[in-house]
């Protein structure tokens, strides 16, 4: 399944100048006061996935860079790239860039479409937006529970957890 190891950012959106989110863990949560940036992590993830602006809660993709909300753009350029490491740690680094009126999309790894399609689909099924924990919380117990097994992979030792708990209690 593989997992995102860290995000390198530039003049994009609420952060000016280089910036390195990052290390993740295989299963990370973004935690913040209200407008302190945790959805724009998430749209700096769409927008390196390729995301359109609409999706992106902006009009016109270089509203994404640095002061652009307010007018005035720190630079015409901003960046995202991405680090993904594989089950077996081997790192993918693929950026998206705006520069001027241009975007373009890059993978720094000499690997075929099929990954790189691969890949953008792990990653986009790696992210849990803001709606949906609201939906995840109101899920039934059971449900709930059995959805973050999957998530954790701790799913497949459930028949030995169960049958080694069941043994202790007989015991
Ligand atoms: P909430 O908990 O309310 O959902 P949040 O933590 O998700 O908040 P974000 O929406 O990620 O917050 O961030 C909002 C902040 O990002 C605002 O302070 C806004 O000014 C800033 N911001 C958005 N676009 C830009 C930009 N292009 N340049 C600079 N700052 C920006
Ligand atoms: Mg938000």
Same mark, same amino acid.
């Given at each position: 399944?593989?997992?995102?190891?860290?995000?390198?950012?530039?003049?994009? *959106? !609420?952060? $000016?100048?280089?910036?390195?989110?990052?290390?993740?863990?295989?299963?990370?949560?973004?935690?913040?006061?209200?407008? !302190?940036?945790?959805? &724009? =992590?998430?749209?700096?993830? !769409?927008?390196?996935?390729?995301? #359109?602006? +609409? @999706?992106? #809660?902006?009009?016109?993709? $270089?509203?994404?860079?640095?002061?652009? &909300?307010?007018?005035?753009?720190?630079?015409?350029?901003?960046? =995202? +790239? /991405? $680090?993904?490491?594989d089950d077996q740690? #081997?790192?993918? /680094?693929?950026? #998206?860039?705006?520069?001027?009126?241009?975007? @373009? @999309?890059?993978?720094?790894?000499?690997?075929? %479409?099929?990954? *790189?399609? !691969?890949?953008?689909?792990?990653?986009? &099924?790696?992210? =849990?937006?803001?709606?949906?924990? %609201?939906?995840?919380?109101?899920?039934?117990?059971?449900? $709930?529970?059995?959805?973050?097994?999957?998530?954790?992979?701790?799913?497949?030792? +459930?028949?030995?957890? &169960?049958?080694?708990?069941?043994?202790?209690? *007989?015991?």
């Amino acid at each position: 399944m593989g997992y995102l190891k860290q995000i390198d950012i530039e003049n994009f *959106k !609420s952060w $000016r100048g280089k910036h390195i989110i990052g290390p993740f863990m295989k299963f990370s949560c973004i935690i913040g006061t209200n407008g !302190s940036g945790k959805s &724009n =992590v998430m749209d700096a993830l !769409s927008f390196a996935i390729g995301e #359109r602006a +609409a @999706s992106l #809660r902006v009009k016109h993709l $270089r509203d994404l860079i640095h002061g652009a &909300n307010v007018g005035r753009p720190i630079s015409d350029t901003a960046r =995202v +790239a /991405v $680090r993904y490491c594989d089950d077996q740690e #081997r790192e993918t /680094v693929f950026c #998206r860039i705006i520069t001027g009126q241009f975007y @373009s @999309s890059a993978f720094k790894n000499k690997i075929t %479409e099929l990954e *790189k399609l !691969s890949i953008m689909t792990k990653v986009q &099924n790696c992210m =849990v937006f803001q709606g949906t924990v %609201e939906l995840i919380a109101l899920k039934d117990p059971k449900e $709930r529970t059995k959805m973050l097994e999957c998530i954790s992979q701790s799913r497949e030792y +459930a028949a030995e957890y &169960n049958a080694k708990k069941a043994a202790l209690l *007989k015991a």
